[in-house]
């Protein structure tokens, strides 16, 4: 991992953005790229400059959900161990449970707590498996 960690956020909200952005950027001075949508997802993360160190996905986003997005980077042999956060709003044990068994590395809850994410990810970049609901 680089020194400055690069992050991938794949996110239809446009105010999910902005927060995740001053959250990354602004407080933790990470690199951050987001992406509005799943459209080509592959093609437009193979095109990055630089590989992302972790990739944060919104579950509820189209074209391609972020369980079918989850597919395509364990199916690459360059992503298939790249850390993956489901990002959700969806809470219920259920569905975290179904998020785990999917292969998600963690899941952080939005709205995003903000006194707890620089933590979160912190914990989530040195590999354990946080799931903060």
Same mark, same amino acid.
């Given at each position: 991992?680089?020194?400055?960690?690069?992050?991938?956020?794949?996110?239809?909200?446009?105010?999910?953005?902005?927060?995740?952005?001053?959250?990354?950027?602004?407080?933790?001075?990470?690199?951050?790229? !987001?992406?509005?949508?799943?459209? =080509?997802? &592959?093609?437009? $993360? /193979?095109?990055?400059?630089?590989?992302?160190?972790?990739?944060?996905?919104?579950?509820?986003?189209?074209?391609?959900?972020?369980?079918?997005?989850?597919?395509?980077?364990?199916?690459?042999?360059?992503?298939?161990?790249?850390?993956?956060?489901?990002? !959700?709003?969806?809470?219920?044990? =259920?569905? &975290?449970?179904? $998020? /785990?068994?999917?292969?998600?590395?963690?899941?952080?809850?939005?709205?995003?707590?903000?006194?707890?994410?620089?933590?979160?990810?912190?914990?989530?970049?040195?590999?354990?498996?946080?799931?903060?609901?």
């Amino acid at each position: 991992m680089s020194s400055n960690p690069v992050l991938l956020y794949v996110e239809d909200d446009t105010l999910s953005r902005e927060v995740m952005n001053m959250l990354v950027v602004r407080r933790l001075g990470f690199d951050l790229t !987001t992406f509005e949508d799943s459209q =080509e997802f &592959m093609t437009r $993360l /193979e095109a990055l400059p630089t590989k992302p160190d972790m990739i944060l996905l919104d579950i509820h986003m189209r074209p391609h959900n972020g369980f079918a997005v989850l597919d395509m980077l364990r199916n690459h042999p360059d992503y298939a161990k790249t850390k993956v956060i489901a990002v !959700t709003a969806s809470v219920m044990n =259920e569905e &975290m449970a179904l $998020l /785990e068994r999917s292969g998600f590395n963690g899941a952080i809850a939005k709205p995003i707590d903000q006194m707890f994410f620089s933590e979160f990810i912190d914990r989530s970049l040195q590999g354990e498996e946080i799931w903060h609901v």
